[in-house]
């Protein structure tokens, strides 16, 4: 039976290059010249160091720019408050989504059954299986979810017949 999956992850090497790539222009550019402006990552974790609140900006901005040149999709990222760390130094701690929330796979399961397409679709953890009789169908499901869900960026894998 034919059948693919729902999913909602990040290239985590493309990732990491625009991260390096953004460090990079960040300890070369004349406005950052003696700041300890830097991004650092621990697994689907970002902190971003700055001097002050404008430096900050300027920092998460330049790696929003490499993320966007690498293919890395923005909407993923999840800001959390910034924070004082001594003198006007600040941080901000940015978590990378990985994985489709439990009320976002509901939202689409509800989707593609409202939809009244012949497939099934089921919830294993993070992702949203879909299966079908034929490929047209499926077909369908993948345009509909595409069409529909354009909060979370969404990537079918796992197409097997």
Do not use: W
């Amino acid at each position: 039976m034919p059948s693919f999956d729902i999913v909602s992850e990040v290239n985590k090497v493309e990732l990491k290059n625009a991260l390096e790539q953004a460090n990079k222009e960040v300890s070369t550019r004349f406005d950052f010249k003696g700041s300890d402006s830097r991004i650092e990552q621990k697994e689907l974790e970002l902190t971003v160091y700055a001097d002050d609140d404008f430096k900050l900006a300027q920092v998460k901005d330049v790696m929003l720019n490499k993320m966007a040149k690498r293919g890395v999709d923005v909407r993923l990222l999840d800001e959390k408050n910034k924070e004082k760390i001594g003198g006007d130094k600040v941080k901000q701690i940015i978590n990378v989504k990985n994985g489709i929330e439990s009320d976002l796979a509901k939202r689409i399961v509800k989707l593609i059954k409202d939809a009244k397409l012949k497939v099934q679709a089921s919830i294993q953890g993070e992702t949203v299986r879909v299966t079908g009789t034929k490929r047209d169908d499926l077909q369908e499901a993948i345009a509909l979810c595409k069409k529909q869900i354009e909060d979370t960026p969404l990537q079918f894998n796992n197409f097997r017949d």
